[in-house]
C-alpha cells in the first residue's frame, strides 16, 4: 500500500544519474556526487539503471535527457553539477530545453531546506520540470549539497511519480 492508500505494483522507480562536469568527464576528477545519488536512490528502494557522466555541454546534456526519457523511459532523472554561476554550467537551461512541463516546487523545496544550512544556497540555479512521463530534478554537484538536497525531496517524491505515470490520480490526503 502506499500513502495514499492505493496498490501498488511491484515495479520500482527506473531512475538514471547524470552527472555533469567537464573536468570528471575529462578524467580530471573523480565523480563523487553520482554514485553517492544512485547509493541513495538504491536505499530508497529506486531502480538505478543508468549513471553517466557528461562534460559541460548543453547540446549534448539535452539529448542525452531525451534519450533517457523518450527511448529509455526513465521514470525519474537526477542530474548533479552544473547548476552554478560559471559559465560553464548549463544544465538548468538544458533541462528546461527538454521540459515539457515545469515542476518549480521540487527546486524550490530543495533551496529552501538548503538556505537553512546556508545562505550560498540562493546562489543554487537548479530546475525540476517533467518530460512527458519523466520527472528531472537538477540537483547540485557538491557530494554534500547533493545529499541535503535529495534528502529535502526524496520523501515527497513517490506520491508525484504516482501521478505522473497514471498509477494514482489523487493528491488530496485522506
Request: proline share 5%.
Amino acid at each position: 500500500m502506499t500513502e495514499s492508500g492505493n496498490m501498488m505494483d511491484n515495479r520500482r522507480w527506473r531512475a538514471a544519474v547524470v552527472t555533469l562536469s567537464d573536468k570528471g568527464a575529462a578524467g580530471e576528477r573523480e565523480d563523487k556526487s553520482g554514485p553517492l545519488i544512485c547509493e541513495m536512490l538504491r536505499g530508497a528502494g529506486y531502480d538505478v539503471q543508468k549513471s553517466i557522466l557528461l562534460p559541460d555541454e548543453q547540446k549534448e546534456i539535452e539529448k542525452c535527457l531525451c534519450t533517457l526519457c523518450d527511448d529509455e523511459k526513465m521514470d525519474i532523472i537526477f542530474t548533479t553539477g552544473g547548476t552554478g554561476f560559471s559559465p560553464r554550467d548549463c544544465t538548468p537551461e538544458a533541462t528546461m530545453a527538454v521540459a515539457t512541463r515545469n515542476a518549480p516546487g521540487i527546486a524550490e523545496a530543495m533551496r529552501l531546506a538548503s538556505l537553512k544550512i546556508t545562505p550560498r544556497a540562493m546562489l543554487s540555479r537548479g530546475a525540476s520540470v517533467i518530460r512527458n512521463c519523466t520527472l528531472i530534478i537538477n540537483l547540485p554537484g557538491s557530494p554534500k549539497a547533493a545529499r541535503e538536497n535529495l534528502e529535502a525531496v526524496l520523501p515527497s517524491l513517490q506520491h508525484g511519480l504516482e501521478i505522473l505515470t497514471g498509477r494514482t490520480g489523487e493528491c488530496g490526503q485522506q
